[in-house]
Structures are given as C-alpha cells and as structure tokens.
C-alpha cells in the first residue's frame, strides 16, 4: 500500500506545452513538499504547500487538502526542466515519498 | 553561504562491513534529516537530528544510525552491510523547524555500493 501515488510515472512533452504531474495520498497532512531531481542524484525543494496555490517562475502547484490531492504544473516547458519530480508528505512522524515523474522534454 | 556537504560522494563495500557517511549542512542550520534512494523503493526516510537529538526515525533496522555533533553536521552508519543497502544516501538541512514547517536543502548524495 502507497501512502503517496503520483501520475504519470513517465511523460515526454515537446518544449513550449504546459504540463502536469498529480500526487495523490491517502493519509492525513499539514503539508506536502514537491522536490526536483536531476541526473546525477542532486534533489532541489520546489514548494512546501499547506493549502491553495503557489507560483515560481513557471512552476505552479496547487493542493486540495480535503480531496487529498496536490498538482504540479509546469507552463512552457523547457529541456532543462527534464527531471525526476518526487511529492513527498508528512504524517505525525513519518515520512512519505511519491515514487516520481520523470519529465523528459524535447527541444 | 555554501551548500549542504556530503563526504564521501562514492563508496565500495563488501557485505558485513561497516560503513559512515557524513554530512555538513548550512551554516546556521540545525536540522539534519537522512534518507535513502533506490530503484525499487524510491526514497524513503531515515531519521532527523536536531540539536544533536534524534527527533524522528523512520521504519529502517537497527543497522542504520545516526548521530549529530554540536556544530551540527551529521552522521550515519550503516552496519554489517547488505547487498540491498546499495543505494544513494542523500541528507539534507533546515534551520530548524523540519519538514512540514520549512524549505529542506538537499546535498548531493552518497553513493554506496555493495558487493
């Protein structure tokens, strides 16, 4: 069992479209954290969400704390923006992971 | 101010042996989390530290454990080494609240293998 499912697992886009990534969970939480990971390992904290909407640059995530639900979404995507993106949440004192979206976008 | 530190970046075991990984975290940072990365699991928790007390841990054996210094840089090892503990082993920081309550920074990872 999952405590965190994201979708889709695997997503190649062509530069410019707008894209989405979903993370569902199925525990209670005060926040949840999307993280980006590049080749090589090193992992970058995109947002921290508690409720509603956050926007940096042309990342925007959203969650839905009642329907448990939480979504990334990337406007005129870029090659760099080619990563693994992981949700994560916490509940009490333990830690849960998404297994990852990986984002391959072509020039 | 320079970024979350870890030492060694890649390491070679054979099963049984001992491993610790070290991790140095912003200045001024006093939370120090750990976790592990597999193909097959993903990332998954292994404890945090602040002010040199373990304040969370995660479902891993006793083979895993941790500790942090006054100066705030962390700690782990990894006994009697498995083949399945082959993995990147990332740490990051925070000033102090953890997870839910502010930004983590992440260093770049440990990897270790297993032979």
């Known amino acids: 069992k999952n405590e965190v499912e994201q979708s889709p697992q695997n997503l190649t886009a062509q530069e410019g479209e707008f894209i989405t990534i979903n993370c569902s969970y199925s525990?209670?939480?005060?926040?949840l954290h999307w993280l980006q990971q590049h080749p090589g390992g090193g992992i970058v904290s995109l947002f921290m969400?508690?409720?509603g909407k956050k926007k940096h640059g042309r990342l925007i995530a959203t969650i839905n704390i009642q329907e448990k639900h939480s979504s990334l979404h990337i406007t005129a995507s870029h090659p760099r923006d080619s990563a693994v993106y992981i949700c994560?949440?916490?509940?009490?004192?333990?830690?849960?992971f998404g297994t990852g979206t990986s984002l391959t976008v072509i020039p | 101010k320079a970024g979350v530190t870890q030492t060694p970046r890649y390491l070679i075991k054979t099963r049984g042996q001992q491993v610790t990984l070290s991790c140095s975290p912003i200045s001024g940072h006093r939370s120090v989390s750990w976790y592990q990365q597999t193909p097959g699991q993903g990332l998954q928790f292994l404890f945090e530290y602040f002010s040199e007390t373990q304040r969370n841990k995660g479902n891993f054996p006793g083979r895993f454990s941790g500790r942090q210094f006054s100066n705030s840089r962390s700690e782990m090892n990894v006994s009697t080494l498995e083949l399945g503990d082959s993995a990147l082993y990332l740490c990051?920081?925070?000033?102090?609240?953890?997870?839910?309550?502010?930004?983590?920074?992440f260093g770049p990872g440990t990897r270790l293998l297993v032979l």
């Open positions: 525990v209670g939480i005060s926040a």
């Open positions: 994560a949440v916490q509940t009490g004192n333990q830690f849960y």
């Open positions: 990051a920081s925070s000033v102090g609240g953890g997870w839910m309550s502010e930004t983590q920074y």
């Open positions: 969400l508690s409720s």
